[in-house]
C-alpha cells in the first residue's frame, strides 16, 4: 500500500523579494511563525490584504522564503469571492493567468498574472518516487477514506531531491473529501 500524509493549503501567497520590499520596506526579511511539511519552507508571521474586483481577503498568509514571482493560491470557492476566474495551475506556471492587487503596510502593488488554483499535487522525495515507481509529472489517482472518501483523479507528482512525502489539496477539496491536515491518503495509480 502506497500511504501518503495529507497536507490541507489554505489560502496563500508567495512573494518575490521586490514584492516583498514594496508591500513591507527596502531591505524587510518575512519573519518565520511556523516550519511547513517541504524543508526551507515556512509560514511567515506576516499577512497582506488582496482585492478583487468582487471582493477582499484581509490577512492572507505569506508563505516563505521568497520566490521569483510573485503568486496567489486560491480555491475555487475564493476565487468567486474575490471576482477572478484563475485557471487550475501546477505551482510556478502562471503565464496567462489573472492578476490582483496587493496591499501591505508599507504599500501596494497590482500584479498582472499570478493568481491561480493551485493543482491537487503530491511531493516526493527522489527515493519515495523511486521505491514506487513514480515519474515526475505523473498523473496519480488517490484515494482519501472517511465518512466522505473519494477517488481524486489528475493528481500531479512533483518528484525533487529536497521533497519530502506530502499530498497538498486545497480547502474546497479538504471540505469534499472530510480529509484534514495529518490523515492519510493512499496512491491508487
Do not use: C
Not at 499530498?167 to 490523515?183: F, R, V
Amino acid at each position: 500500500m502506497k500511504q501518503v500524509p495529507v497536507g490541507v493549503s489554505a489560502r496563500h501567497i508567495h512573494l518575490s523579494k521586490e514584492h516583498i520590499e514594496a508591500l513591507f520596506g527596502k531591505g524587510y526579511e518575512l519573519k518565520e511563525m511556523k516550519a511547513l511539511s517541504q524543508p526551507g519552507q515556512f509560514a511567515a508571521e506576516e499577512t497582506v490584504a488582496v482585492i478583487g474586483t468582487k471582493g477582499k481577503f484581509d490577512k492572507v498568509r505569506i508563505l516563505g522564503p521568497a520566490r521569483g514571482a510573485t503568486q496567489l493560491e486560491v480555491s475555487r470557492t475564493d476565487a468567486f469571492a474575490l471576482g477572478v476566474n484563475p485557471p487550475v495551475r501546477e505551482s510556478g506556471n502562471i503565464e496567462g493567468t489573472p492578476g490582483i492587487k496587493i496591499v501591505g503596510p508599507a504599500g501596494e502593488i497590482e500584479i498582472d498574472k499570478g493568481v491561480i488554483v493551485a493543482a491537487r499535487h503530491i511531493h516526493f522525495h527522489t527515493s519515495d518516487a523511486e521505491k514506487w515507481g513514480i515519474q515526475n509529472h505523473q498523473s496519480l489517482r488517490v484515494r482519501v477514506g472517511g465518512e466522505r472518501g473519494l477517488v481524486f483523479e489528475n493528481v500531479v507528482a512533483r518528484v525533487h531531491e529536497t521533497y519530502a512525502l506530502d499530498m497538498h489539496i486545497d480547502t474546497d477539496e479538504a471540505n469534499a473529501s472530510g480529509a484534514k491536515t495529518g490523515d492519510m491518503a493512499e496512491i491508487l495509480d
